[in-house]
């Protein structure tokens, strides 16, 4: 039977349609493939085990979205920084929120009036890592003791910065102590635990000046943060939003 040239321009453009529609099928399925085996090489680089089938197709649901999310911000040329995944690239914002936020500002002490108010000789920027002075990030999980994160890492950089060597504290040590008016998990005195860490610190190496007093930096004030940072470290406390 001859077809006539209309019913072939229908076959054809039938065929260019299912050749895409095949294209775009195999496409998806090669993306679908690569990102559940972006989502297995993250479970394992950070240990992630879940209780079945239904929760991992839930956390994968998630991880997906953020990794198309920080895809999609790392193409635009308007931010001055990159994303990438860590271990909190499955559990929804209201889980992060729950469970790694919540810090309390406290005045129960006083601060000290600012002593680097006249620091005109500020670097652009500082980056105590480059000076030897970080220690590995390290993971609190979810309790409530970042207090002793922050107070250690302070007392970290301090003790290198006054003897050349840094030296990893344990923040397990300081949630765990007695004395002073930390209540464990539930605290958030960093400036209260940061004394009574330095004082016990003092034990150990006799050059590290004693904590004589406090200072509190205003939130979002890029000058007093480096005129701050350029002469000491500096505790912060971060509200997290998206």
Not at 107 to 132: A, H, M
Not at 136 to 164: H, I, L, N, Y
Not at 178 to 206: D, T
């Amino acid at each position: 039977m001859a077809f006539t040239l209309e019913w072939k321009l229908i076959i054809s453009m039938f065929i260019v349609v299912s050749g895409t529609w095949e294209s775009k099928a195999a496409s998806t399925t090669l993306d679908e493939a690569s990102m559940a085996m972006k989502h297995e090489l993250w479970m394992a680089k950070y240990a992630r085990i879940y209780v079945d089938n239904a929760e991992k197709e839930r956390r994968f649901k998630i991880f997906k979205e953020n990794v198309e999310f920080i895809e999609k911000f790392n193409t635009e040329a308007n931010h001055t920084y990159k994303l990438g995944l860590n271990e909190f690239s499955d559990p929804t914002d209201e889980e992060f929120t729950m469970f790694h936020t919540g810090y309390k500002p406290t005045s129960l002490f006083k601060n000290s009036s600012f002593q680097y108010e006249n620091l005109t000789d500020v670097p652009p920027s500082i980056d105590w890592r480059n000076k030897g002075a970080v220690t590995p990030v390290k993971f609190q999980g979810v309790r409530g003791s970042c207090w002793a994160f922050t107070a250690v890492a302070d007392v970290e950089g301090t003790t290198q910065t006054k003897t050349g060597s840094l030296i990893s504290l344990s923040e397990q040590q300081l949630v765990c102590s007695k004395n002073g008016v930390n209540q464990g998990c539930k605290s958030w005195l960093f400036r209260c635990n940061q004394s009574q860490l330095v004082l016990k610190a003092e034990e150990w190496h006799s050059d590290i000046t004693p904590v004589e007093s406090f200072l509190e930096v205003v939130g979002c004030n890029l000058t007093m943060v480096l005129q701050s940072l350029a002469s000491a470290k500096m505790n912060t406390a971060l509200s997290i939003g998206w």
